[in-house]
């Protein structure tokens, strides 16, 4: 089956809040003394509105069929440090290698 990219919209705001916990719950259950369960969906309101509605930034979302299976954000930002640059995304493990054969 096909996957397709494309530029965010607030109407994916459901999707990305679950996929952001299924990433808060893969991060704690490798890290559990250092990363948090999952919390409720709202906590992410702002910074997916920020993403998707912000100047300076963008959200992609990966879908296959009509299934949102990840998402990439970037931001324009003037750090000059790379490590201080932030950046996010996440596929889910099932769908990794078809992800990243097709970019």
Not at 37 to 50: A, C, F, G, Y
Not at 51 to 72: D, L, M, N, P, Y
């Amino acid at each position: 089956m096909n996957v397709n990219y494309r530029i965010a919209s607030i109407a994916d705001f459901r999707a990305l809040c679950a996929l952001r916990n299924e990433v808060s719950l893969f991060h704690h259950n490798a890290l559990c003394d250092f990363f948090a369960l999952p919390k409720e969906s709202q906590r992410d309101e702002e910074l997916w509105r920020k993403a998707i509605e912000g100047g300076q930034s963008v959200a992609f979302v990966t879908e296959r069929a009509t299934t949102v299976i990840g998402f990439v954000t970037g931001e324009i930002e003037d750090e000059k440090v790379t490590l201080f640059k932030s950046v996010r995304f996440w596929v889910n493990p099932a769908d990794w290698r078809s992800q990243f054969a097709l970019a």
